[in-house]
Structure formats: C-alpha cells, structure tokens
C-alpha cells in the first residue's frame, strides 16, 4: 500500500514505518476536499511590546505558546479546515512576547531628595529645574544629562545629586528605547551604571534592552550585575530566567524562575516555569549536538545518524538564509527531533503539522519518525521552512505578521503560487481565499510574492528590518510600501482578484 501522507510503499499497518503518520488520525483530520474562502482584511494588530498576558492563558489551558507552523508531507493535499483550533488567527496579529519584557514609559527611578544647603545658588537652581523636569515627566536630552553629571561631578559627596543624575540618565535611557533606538538606550544606561555603581536599577534597565533585542548573554550579564547589587530582585531573577532559557540552559533558567515566585508571586512567571519544566521533560534522556549556530537534541540511541544529516542540511539553510534575508541571529537556534507521538505532545500541534517555530523559546521541533540516515525532500523543506521563522522573528522582534512570515518561509523552501495551484485552483483562491488554513497559506505566499515583485527580496528585507526599528507594523510598512499593512494587503487582494478571479 502507499502511505497517504508521504507516498512511500509501505506493508500494511496502523502506521506508516517511513514517516511515522498514524493512519487513522491522518483520515480524522482531513474528511475531504477543502473549500478555500476569502482572505481576511483585518487590520493591525496589538502593540508588540505589550506582553500578551492572554496569550500566556491560552497557553496555560494548553497549547503554551502561538506556534508558527509548516503542513506535513503530503500538505499539497490541504490541512484541514473544519476544526476551530486550527483556523489561523489574524494575519496582522504579532505573536506574543515573554514575561521579562515590559513598557519603557515607567523607568524606575531613585527617589532623589536634594539637600541643597551649602551649594551654590547656581547649583541649586539647576537641580531643582531638573528634578521639577522629572517629576513633571519633561522629555530630556543631552542638555539635561551634561548638567545632571556636571552637578554629581562637582558635589561627589551628595547622595541627592547622584541620584538625580542616575534618574535623569534612566530618563533619557527609557526614551530611547520606547523610540526603538536600543543603542543609545544601553548607552544612557551604561552612563548611569558608571554614575551609581551600587545601584541595580541601571542593570535593571540595560537587561531589558538586551531582551528586547536577543542578546540572551548580555541580559544575563546584565541581571547577574543587578542582583549583585540587590540579591532580592524579583525582576532581575526573571529576566535572568528568561535569558537562561533562550540560551537553552533550561535547568538554571527553573532555579531563576523559582528564586523569583518564592520572593514575588508572578502568574506569568509561574506559566512560563510550568512550561520548561513541561519541555524538560518532554526532552528526557535526549543527546545534544552543539555547533556554531545550532544546538541540537534528539534521542541518540534512535535518530544520531539522521541527526548529523538534519545539521548538515541546518548548516547549509543557515548559510543560504543569512545571504537572502542579509541578516544572521544573534544566539544559536535550538533545534528538537522527536519520534511523531512525541512531537504532537510536546509541542501541542495540530496532526497536520510537519514542524513548528515556537516565538516564547526560540527553539523549533520537528517530527521525525521513520527517517534513518538519509533526509527526505519532505524533511528537507521542512527545515528551511521553519528556520525562516527563527530568522524572521528575531529580525522584526516578534512584530512579523502572520501572513509575512509564513509566505516568506513557504517561499524561501522554493514554493511558487503558480507551481502549487490550476488554474482552477487559482480562481477559487482569488474568489474565496483566505480563512481556513488551506487558504491562509496559499494566500501568504500569494501576499508575498506580491511584495517580491513590487520591490524585490531586498524589499522583504528592508521591511523585516523596519519592523524590528519602528516597533509598529503599520510605519514598517509605510516605510518601505509607502502605505498601511492594511492598505497594501487590500491593494494586493483588489488585483489578485482582477487577475485571477471569476
């Protein structure tokens, strides 16, 4: 018999012994053709830099983080669309952030109590015009910071001065980053760190920067200085959680999680505990492979040849990917090979699923049940596909649509529209398409040729890095297609429909 999931001639069974795909299930889940609806046109989603607590809750009641998907083998046949919990979500919606992240607008500052006594009057004048600036949430510049040291500098003895200086420092710091401009951010923060180096608050601050943008080592760093500096800092013990765990360190990142919920109960810290301890134990007894750019765990006894196959081909995408979106991840990608039951528990995806990207760690798990030594062209895309994502997410800092990121990753595997659809098929895409999953995906590859032909790749590039500068889905596509994330995907959808359709 042929398995109806990837083709292969195989002996009769509940299971097919290539690809793993249990039969029974694979029938469940798609009862028969899919009609494909009109694609969705909804607009702009949540500010990314909010931490999506709802999507925490979701996450508690099951699947523990959104999850960026690639249909199985045997996908041209499409997924299923009758099941809610596969339905795709809005396509403009950002994926949601983790924990440690938090708005800039609130820097905490110290309370500055200025004893102005037996100081100049000029002195005196200025610190208070400062400190009235501070309390009334005055935007500062450079000019406000050269005075707040200068008086520091001159009043080394004056506790109260300092720590005008550290606020004023912590000010101009926070702006910066709330205008996407981490650089300067650090570099304001690192300048208060130096004008009170006995306070975590400027570690504090600089930890969070580093978060914002991926540099798991320097947030640790940078929370390990904060709690050598107050050993009781809730804040500092979960962002060096998180940092732990995006670096795959996942036992201490539970000790850092745990030092924290006992000093300060957290339920967004006590989920997201719950969840690596859940991932530990879903990766019991695997081996690990570490390479320059991956960080590999499979069951050694099982997958070891298969998995020195899935790092070679890692290798090769990483180089190809590095080229065509000019942009290359900060920390190494952690990459988990389960046998198919395995998969479908750990990472709560749908039976269709062939991989997924989780946005929360970082970390994509692929299925591999059957493989031996050799990678199928199945397997092969696969990897490419979801390692796209990885990419995409941290170059835009989690703020890439839906749709953005999977039609780049379907079109960086070499899928092409007019490869995958009739031209019936095509009709009915430009009549219907949309919102079952079936055309949710041939609807992103579609939106994204779309923007490959009016700009070229270098224009998915240049929006990519918009996105993760400006913060705000819509200036990123202002930016670089002179309009709206809405605008644009209504002008595509017009002329998709003026080509293609009835």
């Known amino acids: 018999m042929s398995c109806p999931r990837c083709g292969a001639q195989v002996p009769e069974g509940p299971s097919c012994p290539r690809c793993g795909v249990v039969y029974a299930k694979l029938r469940e889940a798609r009862p028969g053709p ?41 996908a041209s046949s499409p997924p299923p669309t009758h099941t809610a ?3 795709p979500a809005d396509t403009s919606t950002p994926l949601p952030l983790p924990p440690p992240l938090r708005q800039a607008e609130a820097p905490r500052l110290p309370e500055v109590q200025i004893d102005d006594t037996g100081i100049e009057e000029h002195d005196q004048q200025l610190a208070n015009k400062l400190a009235a600036q501070l309390s009334a949430k005055a935007r500062l510049g450079p000019a406000e910071a050269e005075s707040a040291l200068a008086l520091a500098a001159r009043h080394p003895e004056r506790k109260g001065l300092k720590d005008l200086a550290e606020a004023v420092l912590l000010t101009l710091s926070a702006q910066e980053r709330k205008a996407r401009r981490p650089t300067d951010a650090a570099r304001w923060a690192q300048k208060a760190a130096a004008v009170a180096p006995e306070s975590p608050r400027p570690w504090l601050a600089i930890m969070e920067i580093m978060l914002e943008t991926a540099d798991w080592e320097r947030a640790e760093e940078a929370a390990r200085t904060a709690l050598a500096q107050d050993a009781r800092s809730a804040e500092a013990l979960r962002g060096l959680g998180y940092a732990l765990y995006r670096q795959d360190r996942s036992r201490e990142a539970i000790a850092a999680l745990q030092a924290a919920l006992d000093l300060e109960r957290d339920p967004a810290s006590e989920m997201l505990l719950a969840r690596i301890r859940k991932g530990l134990q879903d990766e019991q007894g695997m081996t690990d492979q570490r390479l320059a750019h991956f960080t590999l765990h499979y069951d050694g006894e099982a997958h070891e ?45 749908p039976a269709w699923s062939g991989g997924a990207f989780d946005a929360i760690d970082g970390k994509i798990r692929i299925p591999i049940g059957g493989l031996t030594t050799s990678l199928t062209p199945e397997m092969d895309e696969t990897l490419i596909h979801e390692l796209t994502h990885a990419f995409i997410a941290e170059r835009t800092r989690n703020l890439a649509p839906r749709d953005i990121h999977e039609g780049l990753a379907q079109y960086m595997q070499g899928k092409r529209l ?3 659809l009739d031209a019936d ?8 398409g949309g919102r079952s999953v079936a055309g949710f995906y041939l609807g992103a590859l579609a939106f994204v040729e779309h923007l490959i032909a009016e700009r070229g790749l270098g224009g998915i590039n240049d929006l990519l ?16 297609y002179g309009q709206t994330y ?17």
């Open 85 to 87: 919990d596969v339905e």
């Open 418 to 420: 007019v490869q995958e």
């Open 425 to 432: 098929e095509m009709r009915r895409l430009a009549d219907d």
């Open 34 to 74: 899919t009609q494909v609806q009109k694609p969705s046109q909804a607009g702009p989603g949540f500010g990314v830099w909010g931490w999506s607590f709802i999507g925490l809750m979701v996450a508690a009641a099951g699947m523990l983080a959104f999850q960026l998907l690639r249909p199985g083998p045997g």
């Open 465 to 480: 890095k918009a996105l993760g500068e400006t913060g705000h889905l819509d200036r990123g596509f202002e930016q670089v």
């Open 486 to 502: 809405q605008a644009t995907r209504q002008a595509w959808a017009t002329r998709f429909r003026q080509q293609h359709g009835s």
């Open 305 to 349: 040849d298969v998995g020195r196959e899935i790092l070679r081909a890692l290798e090769h995408h990483y180089a190809t990917l590095v080229r065509s979106l000019d942009h290359q991840p900060k920390s190494k990608i952690t990459v988990i090979l389960f046998t198919q039951q395995g998969y479908f528990d750990a990472s709560g995806a």
